[in-house]
């Protein structure tokens, strides 16, 4: 079933009354098609998923399934597909491209299957960023930077570039950089994907963490291991949801 239509985004410029108790994830028929030549192919199709607040998702599948796809739009990043998606209460469907903005700066964490690092930026300048667009107080984002870049082991490559750093610990930043603001929901791509197991251990032990502190978090992987760290695993196969 379909949301009733009335609801609607509130006007530009108005704060988004978050509903932390609302579900964290309500989509209903959520589709998503490819041009491929003169036809389409899809995706995703039906897409019907409540995801509550401080649920811990692991989203599986075949490669080609839709994961990607479909944690993209949970992001706010992919804004071509039909539907109706509700985060925390608000109707994403309704909203413009600055509504979104404001929407996923506020609410949300994404950590990206490959890295999405600015080049051009440090690490600091990295994992400070989202902080910024948050208008946190330049002493106090110092203090989180710091604090997130002393918890992950990598102090002595903050002034370094994304350029300079192995695979795994650019997706360590990457992962910083979507904590740091303390998001409500976390959406991961495949986090451990190019990490060592004893790394993928930890950054999945500090999803927990932050999972038993309220947060919610949603992740797409490969690895059984991992989805056994969270509370329910959803499977996607040909872009369809299978039914648990
Ligand atoms: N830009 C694009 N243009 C056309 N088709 C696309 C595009 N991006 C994705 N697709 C198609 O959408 C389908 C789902 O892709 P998606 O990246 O979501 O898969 P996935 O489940 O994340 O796979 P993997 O486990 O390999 O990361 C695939 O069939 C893919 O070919
Ligand atoms: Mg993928």
């Known amino acids: ?46 897409i019907a998923l409540d995801i509550q607040p401080g649920e811990f998702v692991s989203i599986m599948g075949p490669s080609g399934a839709g994961k990607s796809t479909l944690l993209h739009i949970l992001g706010l990043h992919d804004h071509a597909w039909t539907g109706e998606y509700m985060l925390m209460g608000q109707p994403v469907h309704a909203m413009n491209s600055k509504q979104r903005a404001a929407l996923q700066k506020r609410a949300t964490g994404f950590v990206f299957q490959a890295y999405h690092l600015l080049d051009d930026l440090t690490v600091y300048e990295n994992i400070e960023l989202p902080l910024s667009y948050r208008d946190v107080p330049k002493g106090e984002r110092q203090t989180l930077v710091a604090d997130v870049l002393d918890r992950f082991g990598i102090v002595a490559k903050k002034d370094l570039y994304p350029t300079q750093l192995s695979g795994g610990q650019q997706q360590l930043v990457g992962i ?47 690895s059984e291991a991992n989805a056994a760290y969270g509370s329910r695993v959803i499977r996607l196969r040909d872009g369809y949801l299978e039914q648990a």
């Open 176 to 222: 910083a950089r979507a904590i740091v603001g303390n998001p409500s929901v976390i959406l991961a791509d495949e986090p451990t994907g190019n990490l060592h197991s004893s790394q993928a251990q930890e950054i999945m032990e500090l999803f927990k963490q932050l999972n038993e502190r309220g947060t919610t978090v949603v992740q797409v992987t490969h």
């Open 1 to 46: 079933m379909l949301f009733r239509s009335t609801s609607s985004a509130p006007a530009v410029g108005e704060p988004l009354p978050l509903d932390p108790t609302a579900p964290v994830i309500r989509t209903r028929g959520i589709e998503k098609a490819f041009p491929t030549g003169p036809s389409q192919t899809y995706a995703l199709r039906r």
